[in-house]
């Protein structure tokens, strides 16, 4: 039973610090707040509830699921890594092309708007906020490698695998959640002139990540097609 549980808290923390860096609830946050930007703390509350919730099931259904949905489709990690790495370049290119002139001469008193916030972002919660944005290719591939050591194992081993990564996927969410709700705070000791320098960064920054993702997925697609 000791030995179990040793086992169990070992691979919690295996977990938790393998998706850590792939998932990045931190850095993330700062990339994804433009999208919250004219939101309240409460209405970012409740969007921010809603794609760690998002998060949660896409982990936990590529945890249980993932690779029988990409042998269904005949899919590969390259392929969603190539695919995942172009979504992303394309947010990012969006974002560099936004004009701050224009985005201010749009903008509306709070007051007016106060209602329409989060209907205006509700369709980009999951696509591209949580995926592939929050978690994306990097955490599929993870998660795969991760469920994929206990896959052969005895049921007993098997389950420790599982609930160990279930228990690791929920403390990511839980930082993400708490990362992504309070990310306004500090945005806002560096002021609006600051901050659109910061947005404008990591607009580039996006769209770097986007084409490394893209990148890494046509090496490995290079690689097993010499092994081929």
Known sequence: MTSQLNAFIHLVFVGFVALFP?????????????YFSDLTRKERITV????????????AVTLFIGHWILELFGLSIPIIQLAGGIMICKIGWAFL????????????????????HIPSIANKLFYPI???MTTGA????????LSADGANSDTS????NVGALLVSIIGICILIFIFYVNTNRLISYIGSHNEKIINSLMAFL??????????????HLVKLSFKI
Not at 157 to 160: E, M, R, S, T
């Open 22 to 34: 792939v998932v990045n609830p931190l850095g993330t946050a700062f990339i994804i707040s433009p």
């Open 206 to 219: 996006i769209f770097c990540v986007g084409l490394q993702i893209a990148v890494g997925g046509i090496v």
């Open 157 to 160: 081993q098997y389950l420790i």
């Open 48 to 59: 921010v509830k809603k794609i760690t919730v998002y998060s949660f099931i896409i982990c």
């Open 138 to 145: 990097g955490t599929i591939a993870v998660l795969f490698t």
């Open 130 to 132: 949580t995926f592939p």
């Open 97 to 116: 092309s936004v004009d701050s002139n224009e985005t201010a001469a749009e903008s509306k008193p709070a007051t007016e708007v106060e209602l329409d």
